[in-house]
């Protein structure tokens, strides 16, 4: 029987017992060809996935073919891929030792808390954080991940990164293997595509900081207004205002940041995939795109989607 590139793979670097089984589908879903050699390495010229496997490291054109593989399903599925940052961006964390005497109320008991807190505020003993989930964050993964494939790129670490997803993402639906933290990226202090298996012309990337990104992927990004739940990170960028956990507040579900952003996505998807382009669909290029769709917004300005305070 012929084995399927992704059993392959595996079988070179990992002993299937010890393989998270969703890793193992969502790999097995990217490498739909059969009987194809594999061109695996160790060489300074391969891309190490460290986020699907610790072990796992691709030759640069292996790494391009699967790219390659995987843009073409989903552009068949009428699908782009979507980036996207965790913290200020979809959630915010604070180290239990900064939270300031204004905010001990939020250590009460769940059932003691605001309404608007017992289902967003969580208390995470591994990365001894408190984190609160952006208002909207749970409509706007369920609707974007109709048009796009979601993964998660932050600056924080893997450990990190993982117990955020579980919050966000307490089934699995959405991000699936697809997260990516610092330990994987391959540079220093900045974020990358070459690490995401899709191509650039259909990627769509959401997060608070244009700085953090290298030069070549800032025409995928749009920027979002961050997202200050706690006092230690207003204090951290120097917001000269009160936090919403010090106001007892937060920002207005239905036309906050998030909100608006998916209005934004979806247009982008829309115009992508609009049947009166004659060109194919491999041949479209969604930067081109989110350019217009700047234009329309802000008149040139960079997109930075804001928020409402609801109180």
Known sequence: MSTTIAEELFASFVDFEQVEEDQYIDLKRICRNKRRKLEVSKSSSSLELRYIHKNLSLAKNEMDRLRDENSKKLLRDRKLSLVLDLDH??????????????EEYLNCERDVLPEYLKSSLF???????????RPYVNTFLKEASKLYELHIYTMG??????????????????????????????????????????????IVILDDSELVWCKEH????????????FANSCKQFGVDHKSHSQL???????????????????????????????????DRDLRKVLKSVQKEVVKGCKVVFSDEISD
Not at 89 to 102: D, H, M, Y
Not at 171 to 185: A, K, L, P, T
Not at 218 to 229: A, D, G, P, Q, S
């Open 89 to 102: 961006t979809l959630l915010n964390s604070a180290g239990f030792s900064v939270i300031t005497g204004e």
């Open 123 to 133: 208390r995470v003993d591994l990365t001894k954080t408190l984190t609160k989930l």
């Open 157 to 202: 670490d893997f450990l990190y990164a993982l117990e955020m997803a579980k919050l966000l993402d307490p089934e699995n639906i959405y991000f699936n293997s697809r997260i990516v933290s610092r330990d994987d990226s391959t540079r220093m202090f900045e974020k990358s595509l070459d690490v995401v298996l899709g191509k650039e012309n259909a």
């Open 218 to 229: 800032k025409e995928n990004l749009i920027v979002i207004e961050r997202y200050h739940f």
């Open 248 to 282: 007892k507040s937060d920002e207005n579900e239905s036309k906050g940041a998030l909100a608006n952003s998916l209005k934004i996505l979806q247009q982008i998807h829309t115009l992508f995939f609009d049947l009166g382009q004659k060109d194919s669909l491999e």
